[in-house]
């Protein structure tokens, strides 16, 4: 079974958007109609998964030590 790698991404903009921090680490949940439309889905600061423009962000690749740290719940 083929997996999708996780995908993390900086924001570098919010727009006003108090649930975005700059230069904060995000986990973008997999979301194919959102990616059409050029957005992406984000757990945001409040704790809930919502629909921000892709352009607040920017890619970052990680380790896989470093991703499952960022994925644990611990």
Request: aromatic share 10%; proline share 5%.
């Amino acid at each position: 079974m083929n997996q999708k790698p996780i995908q993390f991404v900086v924001c570098i903009h919010n727009a006003e958007c108090e649930d975005l921090e700059i230069r904060k680490l995000y986990q973008v949940l997999p979301d194919a109609s959102a990616a059409q439309e050029q957005y992406l889905r984000i757990v945001d600061e409040s704790g809930e998964d919502y629909l921000y423009p892709e352009d607040y962000f920017a890619p970052v690749e990680v380790s896989s030590e470093t991703e499952q740290m960022l994925v644990s719940s611990d």
